[in-house]
């Protein structure tokens, strides 16, 4: 069993920015890949940002050049770095844990950019 934790959302202004963490804890080896995904209201869910051991991390084309993935091992924590927020950003942001026998969901952060 592996618990995520979410943190760092909130209101912003278009241009702003936050950052996001996600706490992992329990079976932490068993990760090797973790993401962020967001879903805004009468939407489907979408990945946001992923990284995946050994790779480089892949970005949806909305946010290239605006958000940044990162993971410190050290404190079983991953981040999105988010700049030069805009509306159409707002959404549920929810990070996500894979390995060989697991998937799981954190119970997601709200993000609002509005003026």
């Known amino acids: 069993q592996v618990e995520l934790v979410e943190s760092g959302g909130g209101l912003v202004q278009p241009g702003g920015s936050l950052r996001l963490s996600c706490v992992a804890s329990?079976?932490?080896?068993?990760?090797?890949?973790m993401g962020w995904y967001r879903q805004a209201p009468g939407k489907q869910r979408e990945m946001v940002a992923s990284i995946t051991d050994g790779a480089s991390p892949d970005y949806a084309q909305s946010v290239k050049g605006r958000f940044t993935i990162s993971r410190d091992y050290a404190k079983n924590t991953v981040y999105l770095q988010m700049n030069n927020l805009k509306p159409e950003d707002t959404a549920v942001y929810y990070c996500?844990?894979?390995?060989?026998?697991?998937?799981?969901w954190g119970q997601g952060t709200q993000v609002t950019v509005s003026s």
């Open positions: 329990g079976n932490i080896f068993s990760i090797n890949a």
């Open positions: 996500n844990a894979l390995g060989p026998f697991l998937d799981h």
